[in-house]
């Protein structure tokens, strides 16, 4: 499973403007951590606009390269 730094960094500085890359550059965050924190944050926000769970949950799946079971545990279970 690789995570494309890039792109996770990317959308986090879309979503907040925080620059992510460089705190994964410094080791000072994990991409997989960070990948769990936008998955969640992507999950809760397309669940505002009424598209059913499963829906969102198989369009982060595709996008992000991960089971939507993986999805369920980075959701459902505390941080």
Known sequence: MEINNQIIAKEI????????????ELGLLHPVHARKWLVRKLYFIMARTGRTYTDIKYELSVRYDISVSTIEKMIYRKP
Do not use: D, S
Request: net charge negative.
């Open 13 to 24: 500085r879309e979503l907040t403007g925080v620059e992510a890359e460089e705190l994964m």
